[in-house]
């Protein structure tokens, strides 16, 4: 058996670049496909588009959930296409799973906003937010696989780690697509800082994904099948029914129940509190300006993805367990301060502001095709370090004089040049920690299920771990910060939501310390 796996090795390892250029290029663009949404729903403005305007924390929650909706159907993804790639191979399975992503995507794009279409809308965008849940399913455990099936033992890890940067580069890509939009449609600064982008600009990024999707298709047609799956497949040794060998085998349950609470749930949490919560909670808790606070990300992102390689290969040399161990026990200690310090560098009470500089304008109209007056006050403010905030006062005043007029506050914190710095600081840190428990994770996986069941048994842990715990991050975060908030205490308590990434990450501590093997079967031709 291990001269045989060696023979497969030598000739696939010759490819293996190959292999990893089309495997990655394909998963980039299903996770840019699946970010952008989540992006545009951390700035806000999913919730404008698809949501009633009248209540913007119940949008904005609302945008959450549908995003988070995405996330719970991944399990199912992967139970369905996992089963298929295990029936009749690795590269047409995650060829259909990138078509039904992009296609959900492109319509996503097209559809009017709750204004136009009312509550057919929402529930449009649900459904095609599911789809790409179905299809993020069956495609990450798919190219994870399919590289950890070229690559030799000795380097799976740090191979298998290019397929753990592309969920981040998705992000990155999704945020520089809206940053370069934004670029180009800001306009009537004086009202809405967002101009035309927020009115249609959005749709851009979900567009464009169509034109990504069919570069990707043409570049994995060109695939061929795993070698391992092809010599499983040859010698009539595939499964006949892979979720019942994967799930009623009493061995390989445990190993994926193992692998759920002992290493990708907490995974899941630390991904996406680093990532898409810190966006948020720039945007919504600090009220840092949407482009600066995409940007401060990027910036993050570029510095810090090298170290999913890093850890990748570190991993094959000492291990996979103790390095993910290590990325958890640092996130759940390091959350707390680090957060605090975001708000009190963006935290306008804390600066001096230059009252000279302070300028006032208000604008009235009628609102557009109706009688009710809108009036705005637009409150420029400048401080001693640098930073500067734009308040806005929107109060509606309808036509109908019981109706009680409508107000709308918002903020937009450009923060000082070292305050940016310090902030992209504490996003780095925050990555980095991703980096330790997601850089090795895959190799991990791959390399404790067998080949013929494979897909379907290591896709399941990875999607409940990573799309439900994890992807729910956000939106129970905020419902956690919405709880504590009294007349009293109108903001909160703005760090109470992070004891759920924590207790995740501990309790995932906890049992992959205890129970998880330090050393995995690193000959997976099995």
């Not at 290969?313 to 990325?327: E, P, V």
């Not at 963006?346 to 009628?366: F, M, R």
């Not at 403010?381 to 109706?403: H, P, R, W």
Request: hydrophobic letters at 45%; charged letters at 15%.
């Amino acid at each position: 058996m291990a001269s045989s796996s060696q023979t497969v090795h030598t000739k696939t390892d010759k490819n293996i670049w190959g292999v990893i250029t089309a495997s990655s290029v394909g998963t980039l663009i299903e996770w840019y496909d699946f970010y952008i949404f989540g992006s545009l729903a951390a700035m806000g403005i999913i919730g404008k588009q698809f949501f009633p305007g009248d209540n913007p924390t119940a949008a904005f929650l609302s945008s959450l959930a549908t995003f988070a909706a995405g996330f719970i159907v991944r399990p199912f993804g992967a139970l369905f296409f996992g089963r298929l790639g295990d029936l009749i191979g690795r590269k047409y399975t995650f060829l259909v799973t990138l078509l039904l992503m992009g296609g959900s995507t492109f319509f996503i794009g097209l559809i009017p906003s709750y204004a136009s279409w009312g509550a057919a809308a929402p529930a449009l965008v649900l459904l095609l937010r599911l789809l790409q849940g179905l299809a993020l399913g069956g495609e990450y455990g798919g190219a994870a696989t399919y590289v950890a099936e070229h690559a030799g033992s000795n380097k799976r890890g740090y191979f298998t780690a290019y397929i753990q940067t592309t969920a981040t580069l998705g992000l990155l890509m999704s945020i520089g697509v809206i940053i370069l939009t934004q670029m180009f449609l800001r306009d009537d600064k004086a009202v809405n800082p967002n101009g035309a982008f927020e009115e249609w600009g959005w749709r851009i990024p979900f567009l464009v994904s169509i034109f990504l999707i069919v570069v990707s298709v043409i570049i994995r047609m060109k695939m061929h099948e795993s070698p391992m799956f092809k010599k499983v497949k040859d010698e009539g040794k595939t499964s006949k029914n892979p979720l019942k060998e994967s799930f009623a085998n009493k061995a390989n349950l445990k190993m994926v129940l193992l692998s759920l609470f002992g290493a990708t749930a907490g995974q899941g949490v630390v991904w996406y509190t680093g990532q898409y919560y810190a966006l948020s909670f720039m945007n919504k808790t600090c009220g840092i300006d949407s482009a600066q606070a995409n940007e401060i990300i990027m910036i993050a992102i570029i510095f810090v993805t090298p170290f999913f390689l890093v850890f990748g290969a570190l991993s094959d040399r000492i291990g996979r367990k103790f390095i993910m161990m290590a990325g958890l026990l640092a996130a759940m200690l390091a959350y707390r301060p680090i957060y605090q310090t975001m708000f009190d560098i963006s935290d306008l009470k804390q600066k001096k502001e230059i009252i000279a500089e302070t300028k006032v304008t208000t604008q009235g109209e009628l609102v557009k095709g109706k009688k009710d007056s809108l009036v705005t006050t637009k409150t420029t403010k400048v401080f001693e370090d640098g930073t500067k905030a734009t308040l806005i006062a929107k109060v509606t005043k309808f036509e109908d004089t019981n109706k009680k007029p409508k107000e709308e506050k918002s903020k937009a914190v450009r923060l000082s040049s070292s305050d940016k710095t310090m902030m992209i600081f504490l996003i780095f840190i925050q990555i980095f920690f991703v980096t330790m428990v997601y850089g090795p994770i895959a190799a991990f996986l791959v390399e404790i299920f067998p080949t013929k069941i494979r897909y379907t048994s290591m896709s399941l842990p990875y999607h409940i771990g990573n799309g439900i715990f994890g992807g729910l991050t956000p939106y129970i975060v905020t419902r956690v910060i919405e709880a504590t908030k009294t007349t009293e205490n109108p903001s909160g308590d703005i760090l109470a939501g992070l004891w759920y990434p924590i207790g995740i990450a501990a309790l995932t501590f906890i049992i992959g310390m205890i129970y998880l093997p330090s050393r995995t079967d690193k000959e997976v031709m099995d």
